[in-house]
Antibody, heavy 121, light 110 residues
Framework: QVQLQESGPGLVKPSETLSLTCAVSGYSISSGCYWGWIRQPPGKGLEWIGSIYHSGSTYHNTSLKSRVTISVDTSKNQFSLKLSSVTAADTAVYYC??????????????WGQGTLVTVSS | QSVLTQPPSASGTPGQRVTISCSGSSSNIGSNYVYWYQQLPGTAPKLLIYKNNQRPSGVPDRFSGSKSGTSASLAISGLRSEDEADYYCAAWDDSLSGWVFGGGTKLTVL
C-alpha cells in the first residue's frame, strides 16, 4: 500500500524559500509514475503546483513556474519542492500525491496527509 | 478564479439525490477525462471518480459521474450525513499543460 508523507518547516519568512520533502513508502518512486505537489490555502480550493517523473522530467503550473523547483531522489525514495521568494499568499496546506500512471495527465491517488506552511515574519 | 467552475455550495436532506456541476472548456473537460475528489473536514482529498465515471474500489455506487461536452457532473444518491464534505472536480488542461481544479463545492446534509 503506497503511502506519502510530507515534511518540512511549518513557518517560513517572507522572501525566503519554502522547502518540503515527500517520503514515499510501499512503492518505488522509480516504478514509472509521475509524482506531484498540490496546495490549498486556508479555506480555499486546490491548486496544482507541479509534477515530476523519476527521470527528472517535470511539468509546472505556469503561474508559479519561475519560483518552483521540483526534484527527485530515487536513492531515498522521495521527491521535493522548493518555492522561492514566498509571500503570505503562499500560506497553504501542501500535499504530495502520486499520479496513477506514467503520464503527468494521469490522475492523483493517493495523497499525503498534507502539511501546513505559514509564511510570516 | 478557478479554471473549472463549480457552485460554491449544495445541499440536500438524507436520502435525497444531489448533483454538483463542473464547467470547463475545450482544452480541459472537452478533451480530457474528469476526476472528482471528496475532502472531508480536516483531511486530504480522496479520489471519488476517475475517468469521468469510474469508481475506485471502496467507493459506494451512490456516487456517479458523467461528462458531456465541456461540462461534467457528480451525482450522489441516497444522501447520508457522512457525505457532508467539499467536492472538487479536476482535469488536465492541454493549453496549460497542467492540472486544473474547480473551486470546490461544499455539500451540506440538512
Amino acid at each position: 500500500q503506497v503511502q506519502l508523507q510530507e515534511s518540512g518547516p511549518g513557518l517560513v519568512k517572507p522572501s525566503e524559500t519554502l522547502s518540503l520533502t515527500c517520503a514515499v513508502s510501499g512503492y518505488s518512486i522509480s516504478s514509472g509514475c509521475y509524482w506531484g505537489w498540490i496546495r490549498q490555502p486556508p479555506g480555499k480550493g486546490l491548486e496544482w503546483i507541479g509534477s515530476i517523473y523519476h527521470s527528472g522530467s517535470t511539468y509546472h503550473n505556469t503561474s508559479l513556474k519561475s519560483r518552483v523547483t521540483i526534484s527527485v531522489d530515487t536513492s531515498k525514495n522521495q521527491f521535493s519542492l522548493k518555492l522561492s521568494s514566498v509571500t503570505a499568499a503562499d500560506t497553504a496546506v501542501y500535499y504530495c500525491a502520486r499520479h496513477v500512471g506514467s503520464a503527468a495527465w494521469d490522475w492523483f491517488d493517493p495523497w499525503g496527509q498534507g502539511t501546513l506552511v505559514t509564511v510570516s515574519s | 478564479q478557478s479554471v473549472l467552475t463549480q457552485p460554491p455550495s449544495a445541499s440536500g436532506t438524507p436520502g435525497q439525490r444531489v448533483t454538483i456541476s463542473c464547467s470547463g472548456s475545450s482544452s480541459n473537460i472537452g478533451s480530457n477525462y474528469v476526476y472528482w475528489y471528496q475532502q472531508l473536514p480536516g483531511t486530504a482529498p480522496k479520489l471519488l471518480i476517475y475517468k469521468n465515471n469510474q469508481r475506485p474500489s471502496g467507493v459506494p455506487d451512490r456516487f456517479s459521474g458523467s461528462k458531456s461536452g465541456t461540462s461534467a457532473s457528480l451525482a450522489i444518491s441516497g444522501l447520508r450525513s457522512e457525505d457532508e464534505a467539499d467536492y472538487y472536480c479536476a482535469a488536465w488542461d492541454d493549453s496549460l499543460s497542467g492540472w486544473v481544479f474547480g473551486g470546490g463545492t461544499k455539500l451540506t446534509v440538512l
